[in-house]
């Protein structure tokens, strides 16, 4: 369409109404998809606004209606395979029910994630999707209910907190890749996680702020205590947060006269850091040291060796996370979800001890 001077003008849902033979309010109605409007008169307007290429003004749709059809989602790290599976099962999920998706990274970062929370709201997003930094600080994640704002959690529980979250039992999985590495004989086990170092060593009493590591540990904490088996400071460490910092944690814990011989990373971001690191300094996996990973990623299973790992239902997540949202903000019963169900996968990077094996 042009305007006087000749220029291209944009159709409204007035010319698309005048097209239709409609009323203006009708033709809003069946595009908008609200209100009662017969089928024939609803395609007659999809025709016309077909027709006139019209494309609706979200910015105006929102002040009218006081919805954005969009939900905002905010992790800690896009570039963890983990979240980036997590939000593809999101956006799918949320686009056939007619959202789309506003993406926040906040490098779990808490102020980073506090800003972020506050420009979705300022956005006018329809309701959010959070992976929390922290079990402490969520002052901010209140302002999203006292806005009147649906909240889901992902992957991250926060105790006492009043929102629905979507997460795996990682605890039981994890227990059954340490149990894997005790029968092999392994007892200086070390796990390594990318949540920054509390200053002090880990010990039982040390409260984890992330959920998803604390629910790791205790599995880890659950295989040594049912064979009766003492667990130290060495058995966590902290702060691998980047390939450097990974690489520099792996040649210290290899340093040292009790140095581990089996290590669980975190994350497939950490496993691939550790496997770096242990490349360039020479330590064969698993003939020097076994590796498990968490998460099953496609690289896992072609490395060599390849890596046992525990594996999630990362996509069957961020479904699970964005149907409770959508749920939330169609006023519909949201389903008590039980923790999605993680299970190991055995591969070559676990072996016995160097020291046993040369016994036997």
């Known amino acids: 369409m042009t305007d006087t001077g000749g220029r291209a003008r944009r159709a409204t849902v007035t010319d698309v109404a005048r097209r239709a033979g409609v009323a203006k309010a009708t033709a809003a109605r069946a595009l908008g998809g609200y209100g009662a409007v017969s089928e ?33 989602v905010v992790v800690g790290d896009i570039e963890n395979d983990y979240f980036a599976l997590a939000v593809r099962g999101i956006s799918d999920t949320a686009a056939r029910a007619g959202y789309d998706v506003v993406l926040v990274n906040t490098g779990e970062a808490v102020e980073a994630e506090r800003k972020g929370v506050r420009l979705l709201l300022d956005k006018q997003v329809d309701g959010l999707i959070v992976s929390p930094a922290s079990s402490q600080h969520v002052e901010h994640l209140r302002e999203v209910g006292e806005q009147g704002r649906p909240l889901v959690l992902l992957d991250r529980r926060l105790p006492g907190f009043e929102a629905p979250s979507v997460d795996v039992d990682i605890a039981t999985a994890t227990r059954a890749a340490t149990e894997l590495l005790l029968d092999l004989g392994h007892r200086r086990i070390t796990y390594l996680t990318a949540l920054a170092d509390p200053g002090v060593p880990w010990s039982r009493e040390l409260v984890v702020a992330s959920s998803p590591v604390a629910d790791r540990v205790s599995g880890i904490v659950a295989a040594f205590d049912a064979r009766e088996l003492a667990v130290g400071a060495s058995l966590v460490r902290f702060g691998a947060a980047s390939d450097r910092a990974t690489r520099a944690a792996v040649e210290e814990l290899l340093r040292g006269a009790g140095a581990p011989t089996a290590l669980i990373a975190s994350d497939g971001r950490i496993a691939l850091g550790v496997l770096q690191a242990l490349q360039d300094l020479g330590v064969k996996v698993p003939r020097d040291l076994s590796l498990v990973t968490i998460d099953d990623f496609a690289w896992t299973r072609v490395v060599d060796p390849p890596l046992t790992a525990v594996r999630q239902p990362i996509y069957d997540v961020g479904v699970a996370a964005a149907d409770t949202l959508v749920r939330l903000l169609r006023g519909a ?28």
């Open 333 to 360: 019963a949201v389903p008590v979800r039980p923790p999605l169900v993680a299970d190991l996968v055995v591969r070559s990077s676990t072996a016995a001890p160097r020291r046993r094996r040369a016994a036997l």
């Open 40 to 72: 024939d008169v609803r395609e007659r307007v999809l025709a016309a606004a077909e027709d006139l290429g019209y494309r609706p003004n979200e910015l105006a749709r929102s002040i009218s209606t006081g919805r954005s059809r969009t939900v905002g």
